[in-house]
Structure formats: structure tokens, C-alpha cells
């Protein structure tokens, strides 16, 4: 514990804002907070995700939704220590407001309110039936009628989107949906999930057979069921797909496989959906109140147009096409692009005994996988973090506690020692000739995933390939054409041609919303993802949060959801609270509906 005065302090502070909160005196809120400050709430106060810069803005949210959202408490979490470092003192919260229960985390510092991160957990009244709520399963006593669990689920799945509607359609079936459709079953929400796939997991398993998981286990448990403790680090794809696939019966999901949405026209008038499904051949028309693309964090497959494709004689694919190297072994392969994906399929086919060459049109960041983990991501994610007390919910909330706007501040000195200690590795790869950086402001990986979702290799051993030359590579050309059995590149170079793959990333996900619904319902939403930060492929103006992720759009009744593995747990929580107030009839004004930026 710290010290009583330090404590002391922020006890007062905390005490102060409950005061001012209560009273729905936003001027007195806003006081508290230092003047280059930070409110970040997902869901409490705002009905949304949303960040607030400075007591202005600060001031401004609290006078709209202190009122009609009315918090009743919010204090100290008395189980957890309050630290102190470099002057900042921060602590766990505990907050209630008329409408359910949370969880916070505040930053003090100069006697001031430097961060806040408020979140929703349980709305009261409509709480999971977890721990002591859990439900009793057998049935005592005596009844001739009753049905067993077997016939109960049975009975819901033959009746759901046949006899009754879903309140909430899933179209994905990936982790992004089966994660928050678990979240949904628990909250009683009547949901049905969508995937074209045969089964649930095959959205892994129909990748290139090399794939694995670049983030350690810590970081990538799903709600409820964490990965066994004898779980790989990284795991392989198609275990990753056998766990989806089990997750999704253990967690009693009403999942429909070999389904495919063709259609959707949102009724205003009914505050409804009507989307037509292609399922196995069978057409059915479900109208659900709320529709969630959960199609990852990536839109459609971004293929280049290119001339001469229509002549080419060998094979073209995308990186999502790609089976495998097994058909290609002698076969000289040209790989278009140098991140993650592009990395992967090279190291694959050269073992695999392919001339492979990789083509880097721009610079790519690098970081080692146990540089990442160690340096980046071992205080928060890591079985060191498990056994300091670091809970996988703890280290979410820490993770979230950090606003956007500064968060690669935190960063910018991790990959500094990283650079350092991986000297020789990034002085070889250089001189390689391959082109190198760290972000537009030396923050690395995390800030460009969050920016752009692109532009970086978290390196498994691919880069030892590139060093010493097994896989080729041709950094800073573009491609000029295609002949029938070439790649040219822009500067006249010939690289023949067996296959080409590529590994050229996808557009953004409101695509997916143009193809099934309208391009004027995806142009009145706008772009899905990054944060304004006016860096490469994140053009502003400024948002402050994942733009269109996880929260109400301008669209009523649509929403996106997606993301890595600990994107999909963490966030899954408020979407499915944001929907089940909505099943419930609860009011929910949002406050900061964004508007669209960069219409497609």
C-alpha cells in the first residue's frame, strides 16, 4: 500500500468527483482535471466510446449525460494498492451509476485528475448469471412435461430465425462474432451468428498452412473460457480453429455455418432489418433490430490492378487465397508486399523448396517476437504478469486507461531499447536493402495496428531469410505490368513467374456494408478504423478513438466489430452491454456520434 499521504490525496480527489458527479455539476467536474487532461469512457456516461481532451470537452459531456445517466457512487477499489511513480499516483475505481456498475482507473497528478478511464461491466437488473447467479441446471422435483437441456437447446435452435427473430444478427463468424455472440447468449439476448464457412474455426484453417498466431497466449483468451495453462505461446491455426469450434458449442451459440447474408435494407419506420440469407442452398429472410459486421478489422481483400494481369499465364492470388506452399515447390513465386502475411508465405514456400521473391514497395517496421514480448507487452501479458497479479481483465483495463492521443509516448521509449538491443539484426536487414522504420514517430507496432491496421512484420525467423538471401527480395520498385510469365517491375526489372501472390492487405470494413446493403449507407457511415492521427494511412481529422468500432455509427441499427483476438474479448463486452440496453428498453443517449470521414 502506498503511503497514507499520497494515498490520502487521491482518496480526496476521488471523493471530490463523486461529489461533483452526484450534484451533476459539470463545472466541478471538469475543475478537477488538469487542463491538458484525459476522460475516456466506454459506455458508463456516454452510451459510446469515447475519449474526452481537456476540461472543455470534459465539461461539455458531463452537463449532457451527468443528468440522465445520474451516478450514485464511485470510489477507491479498497482490494487494490494505489502506486506512485515519476509523480503520477493511480488506482482501481469502482463506480455505479442508475443504470449499472463499472469499473475505472484514474491517474493523479500536480493534485489532479490526469486520466480516467470509466467502463460499464453489468447494467443492474439484467446481470450474467455468473458465480452466484450462476443457474442451477438440474431441474429438482417432479414434472412430465420437462425437457432436457439436450431438448431445450434442440427446441431453440429448430425455432430461432424460424419462428422467432434474432434481436441481434452476427454476420461473421470468426472470433470477433463467436466472441460476442457468447457475450450476448449470456446477457439472454436472442442472437443468431453468420458465416459462410462450413464450420465454425475454418476462417483459420483454410489459411496458409504456416500461419500462427504472432501474439502470446496472455493476450489472446476469449470471454469466459481462458486458453489451459499448457497452451502453446503462438498457437497454430488449426488449433485456433478447433478451439473457436468448441467454443462455439460449450458457449451454446446459435451458430449457422454454410450461411451467407446477400441482402439487407434497414426499415426506419419498424426500427428494423430485413436481411436475406443464402443458407446451404436454402434462402431465408430473418429481420433483426440490430445488425453487427463482425468481418474482422479488414474489409475486402485489396487486390491491385495491374496491367497485363489478364495475360498472365501462371497462377494470381491474394494472401487470403493462398493454400499453402505445397504445390509450389520449384516454382519461382513473386509475393507483392513485405508485411506479416508477405513474411509468412515467403518463409513457407522456400521451405518448401520455391524460388520466392518479395517485392517491398515501401518501408515496413520489424520488431522480433521476443523483443515484442519482453520489452512491449511482458508487464501486461505474459505469465510473469499472471503471477504479479496482472489478470487478463486487469491488464485490458490498464491497456484501455491509456488515451490514444498520448499512448505513443508509452511507446516511443520501448522501441527505443528495442532498436538497441536488436542492433545487428536491423543493421543486417538494412543492409540487405531492405527499407526499414518505426513509425512516423518511432512509436512502433502497436501505434501503427491501431493507425492503419498495416505496415509491419512481427518477425518469426522470415527475416533471417531475407539477411542472407534465400528469400530475394526487391525493395523501393514499384510494378510496372505483367507479361505472360513475368512480373516487371518499374525500373525494368524482370522477375519470371510462376505464381503471384498478393499480400496487399484489404480495404476498410464499411466495403463489406456497400456490397450487402448500399454504398450510400456505407458512405453515410464512413471509413472503420484509425484514429485521425494525420500519419501515413490515418489521415485526420482527429477522433480520438477506433473510428466506427465497437459503438454506435451513423447508421441506426448497424455496427462493427472486429479486431485482433484481445480486441475481440475486451470490446465484445461493450458492444454486447450497448445491445442488450437496447433489447431491454433501457434509453441510451449517445453522446459524440461521430461523423463520417473519407467516404469510399
Not at 35 to 49: C, K, P, Q, V
Not at 277 to 303: C, F, W, Y
Not at 348 to 353: F, T, V
Not at 421 to 431: G, I, M, P, T
Request: hydrophobic share 40%; with cysteine; proline share 5%.
Amino acid at each position: 500500500m502506498l503511503d497514507t499521504s499520497q494515498h490520502g490525496a487521491l482518496q480526496a480527489l476521488v471523493t471530490d468527483l463523486e461529489r461533483a458527479m452526484i450534484a451533476c455539476d459539470a463545472q466541478a467536474v471538469a475543475d478537477l482535471f488538469l487542463e491538458d487532461s484525459y476522460w475516456r469512457d466506454l459506455a458508463a456516461f456516454t452510451w459510446n466510446l469515447k475519449t474526452l481532451e481537456g476540461r472543455p470537452a470534459i465539461a461539455d459531456m458531463a452537463a449532457a449525460q451527468l443528468p440522465v445517466i445520474r451516478a450514485q457512487a464511485l470510489h477507491l477499489d479498497p482490494s487494490e494498492a494505489v502506486t506512485e511513480a515519476d509523480g503520477v499516483t493511480e488506482g482501481w475505481l469502482r463506480l455505479e451509476t442508475s443504470l449499472g456498475h463499472g469499473v475505472g482507473y484514474i491517474r493523479m497528478k500536480e493534485g489532479k485528475i490526469w486520466t480516467l478511464l470509466t467502463t460499464l461491466h453489468e447494467l443492474t437488473g439484467h446481470e450474467e448469471p455468473r458465480k452466484l447467479r450462476r443457474p442451477m441446471g438440474a431441474e429438482h422435483g417432479h414434472d412430465p412435461n420437462r425437457l432436457s437441456w439436450k431438448e431445450q437447446r434442440e427446441q431453440e435452435a429448430a425455432s430461432l430465425g424460424i419462428e422467432t427473430q434474432p434481436y441481434v444478427l452476427i454476420i461473421g463468424g470468426g472470433q470477433g462474432g463467436i466472441a460476442l455472440g457468447a457475450r450476448l447468449r449470456q446477457l439472454d439476448v436472442p442472437t443468431i451468428v453468420v458465416d459462410a464457412h462450413e464450420r465454425p474455426g475454418d476462417q483459420w484453417r483454410q489459411r496458409y498452412k504456416s500461419l500462427c498466431l504472432h501474439d502470446p497466449v496472455w493476450y489472446d483468451h476469449l470471454p469466459y473460457i481462458p486458453f489451459p495453462d499448457n497452451w502453446p505461446v503462438f498457437a497454430p491455426k488449426d488449433k485456433i480453429g478447433d478451439w473457436l469450434e468448441m467454443y462455439t458449442r460449450v458457449m451454446e451459440l446459435n451458430y449457422w455455418s454454410s450461411t451467407r447474408a446477400t441482402s439487407a435494407q434497414y426499415d426506419a419506420a419498424k426500427g428494423e432489418w430485413t436481411v436475406v440469407l443464402d443458407r446451404a442452398g436454402e434462402e431465408i429472410t430473418l429481420h433483426p433490430k440490430q445488425l453487427v459486421m463482425a468481418t474482422g478489422m479488414s474489409g475486402k481483400a485489396n487486390v491491385p490492378q495491374i496491367k497485363g494481369q489478364d495475360v498472365f499465364k501462371g497462377e494470381q492470388q491474394h494472401s487470403s487465397q493462398h493454400p499453402g506452399p505445397d504445390a509450389y515447390r520449384g516454382k519461382k513465386v513473386v509475393v507483392i508486399g513485405a508485411n506479416n502475411s508477405a513474411h509468412d508465405i515467403c518463409a513457407a514456400l522456400w521451405e518448401n523448396g520455391a524460388d520466392v521473391t518479395m517485392v517491398q514497395r515501401s518501408s515496413t517496421h520489424i520488431v522480433k517476437s521476443d523483443s515484442l514480448r519482453e520489452v512491449c507487452l511482458g508487464a501486461l501479458y505474459s505469465e510473469e504478469a499472471v503471477a504479479n497479479g496482472i489478470t487478463t481483465d486487469k491488464a485490458d483495463m490498464i491497456f484501455a486507461s491509456l488515451p490514444y492521443k498520448i499512448m505513443h509516448e508509452w511507446h516511443v521509449p520501448q522501441y527505443a531499447e528495442i532498436k538497441a538491443r536488436d542492433a545487428d539484426f536491423y543493421s543486417a536487414l538494412e543492409k540487405a536493402g531492405f527499407m526499414l522504420d518505426f513509425g512516423d514517430d518511432e512509436s512502433g507496432l502497436f501505434m501503427k495496428y491501431l493507425r492503419r491496421g498495416s505496415g509491419y512484420y512481427i518477425d518469426v525467423g522470415a527475416c533471417d531469410l531475407v539477411i542472407d538471401g534465400s528469400i530475394k527480395l526487391q525493395s523501393g520498385k514499384g510494378i510496372s505490368h505483367l507479361t505472360e510469365t513475368s512480373v516487371v517491375l518499374d525500373d525494368g526489372t524482370d522477375l519470371p513467374a510462376d505464381l503471384v501472390v498478393y499480400a496487399t492487405g484489404y480495404g476498410s470494413m464499411n466495403g463489406w456494408a456497400a456490397d450487402l446493403i448500399s454504398q450510400e449507407v456505407a458512405d453515410k457511415v464512413g471509413k472503420c478504423w484509425g484514429l485521425g492521427s494525420d500519419t501515413t494511412k490515418d489521415p485526420g481529422p482527429w477522433e480520438g478513438e477506433q473510428r466506427n468500432m465497437w459503438k454506435p455509427t451513423m447508421q441506426d441499427g448497424l455496427w462493427f466489430h472486429g479486431g485482433n483476438l484481445h480486441q475481440s474479448r475486451h470490446y465484445s463486452r461493450y458492444l454486447a452491454l450497448q445491445l442488450k440496453a437496447r433489447h431491454a428498453g433501457i434509453d441510451t443517449p449517445v453522446y459524440g456520434l461521430a461523423p463520417p470521414h473519407h467516404l469510399s
